[in-house]
T-cell receptor, first 110, second 113 residues
């Protein structure tokens, strides 16, 4: 099955800093999504981004499908951005299941 | 309801007991997915339904795990003869036919003593 590698595994920032999270896939995927898991465990949808670039406020994401990676940018980070960020995708030509990476744990300090 | 709901939010049981976990998808969503998440890991796929039928059950770890969706809406994940290794957060997600963005519920935290 496909492997999903996320980097960095841990990231500590001061409030106001910018960051880039990366997600690499071992094979081509469909349905690429980025999630934020808050401290209560809820997975919150950030982006559905099989290809291209999207922006939502301080967050943006870019997927380069031909090179099998995606990037999540967080600008002017806030303490409420803390939590674990996951990317996930579905194997091409088959199931719609999502295969997740192990996540990037982000801590934003005041 | 507005989002995916799951009940119970927490379940504590004893080794060897039977448990049922329930998922209510977003109204109108035809696809429903079950995942489980262990501490420090990303969610792992278990099974998904399109309508009433299981389209992919390749993630079920063994025959103690079973899921149903008899009317194409609510789904129940059933675990027989629970083991301590089954302890995890069980997550449910749903998506609209033709639009594969998945939306997750809050999860059920299962603890097997």
């Amino acid at each position: 099955g496909i492997q999903v590698e996320q980097s960095p595994p841990d990231l500590i920032l001061q409030e106001g800093a910018n960051s880039t999270l990366r997600c690499n896939f071992s094979d081509s995927v469909n349905n690429l999504q980025w999630f934020h898991q808050n401290p209560w465990g809820q997975l919150i949808n950030l982006f559905y981004i099989p290809s291209g670039t999207k922006q939502n406020g301080r967050l943006s994401a870019t997927t380069v499908a031909t090179e099998r990676y995606s990037l999540l940018y967080i600008s002017s980070s806030q303490t409420t951005d803390s939590g674990v960020y996951f990317c996930a995708g579905s194997p091409q030509g088959g199931s719609e299941k999502l295969v997740f990476g192990k996540g990037t744990k982000l801590t934003v300090n005041p | 309801g507005a989002g995916v709901s799951q009940t119970p939010s927490n379940k504590v049981t004893e080794k060897g007991k039977y448990v049922e976990l329930r998922c209510d998808p977003i109204s109108g969503h035809t696809a429903l997915y079950w995942y489980r998440q262990s501490l420090g890991q990303g969610p792992e796929f278990l099974i998904y339904f399109q309508g009433t039928g299981a389209a992919d059950d390749s993630g079920l770890p063994n025959d103690r795990f079973f899921a149903v969706r008899p009317e194409g809406s609510v789904s129940t994940l059933k675990i027989q003869r629970t083991e301590r290794g089954d302890s995890a957060v069980y997550l449910c997600a749903s998506s609209l036919l033709g639009v594969n963005e998945q939306f997750f519920g809050p999860g059920t935290r299962l603890t097997v003593l």
